[in-house]
Antibody, heavy 119, light 109 residues
Framework: EIQLVESGGDLVQPGGSLRLSCAASGFTFGSYWMSWVRQAPGKGLEWVANINEYGSQKYYVDSVKGRFTISRDDAKKALYLQMNSLRVEDTSVYYC????????????WGQGTLVTVST | QSALTQPASVSGSPGQSITISCIGTSSDVGNYNHVSWYQQHPGKAPKVIIY???KRPAMISNRFSGSKSGNTASLTISGLQAEDEADYYCSSHVGATNYVFGTGTKVTV
């Protein structure tokens, strides 16, 4: 069974940092692009970042460029999102998702982890 | 990158058909056949129901169908059922490597 399990969400003050993790199982993690997608409370989905299967290509939505860094550890079957200089507007549930890059779809999602940025 | 435009809500009676539009631009929906649709029930993660404009993943009901014309994609749900009540989001590739989602549509049965 394919599973993605996020962790690391927390309450953090504006300007703070947080590192999210996503543990993958049930598939050959190193063969897939992976993405982070977020959803602010009561709002829609927003794609945040993705990384290719080799970790050599990384792409970000404009609003997080220079603040967030996506990475992966294929040996640990883990995806990460380092979030620095957090803003109130970054408050969201963050999902990791397996990506079929050639088809432009996300076929498996985790349950999400909540990041709250507030004083 | 601006979100793709969807109607905020669509409603229908059981057994009816409804269509949700997803309006983009020539940089996203109009430029790629990588349009997907996701269904999200409250408190749950999204689930892909349509990809590459009109393809259905295994185990997804054939009551769901997708199409595209120019910069607008559409999702049709036929034979509406109570379990179809959920939020629906379209998405598209933009710039070949990035993605943009739609604003989301709440479907009420």
């Amino acid at each position: 069974e394919i599973q993605l399990v996020e962790s690391g969400g927390d309450l953090v003050q504006p300007g703070g940092s947080l590192r999210l993790s996503c543990a993958a199982s049930g598939f050959t993690f190193g063969s897939y692009w992976m993405s982070w997608v977020r959803q602010a409370p009561g709002k829609g989905l927003e794609w945040v970042a993705n990384i290719n299967e080799y970790g050599s290509q990384k792409y970000y939505v404009d609003s997080v460029k220079g603040r967030f860094t996506i990475s992966r550890d294929d040996a640990k079957k883990a995806l990460y999102l380092q979030m620095n200089s957090l803003r109130v507007e970054d408050t969201s549930v963050y999902y990791c998702a397996r990506e079929w890059e050639l088809e432009g779809r996300f076929d498996y999602w985790g349950q999400g982890t909540l990041v709250t940025v507030s004083t | 990158q601006s979100a793709l435009t969807q109607p905020a809500s669509v409603s229908g009676s059981p057994g009816q058909s409804i269509t949700i539009s997803c309006i983009g631009t020539s940089s996203d929906v109009g430029n790629y056949n990588h349009v997907s649709w996701y269904q999200q029930h409250p408190g749950k993660a999204p689930k892909v129901i349509i990809y590459e404009v009109s393809k259905r993943p295994a185990m997804i009901s054939n009551r769901f169908s997708g199409s595209k014309s120019g910069n607008t994609a559409s999702l049709t749900i036929s034979g509406l059922q109570a379990e179809d009540e959920a939020d629906y989001y379209c998405s598209s590739h933009v710039g070949a490597t990035n993605y943009v989602f739609g604003t989301g549509t709440k479907v009420t049965v």
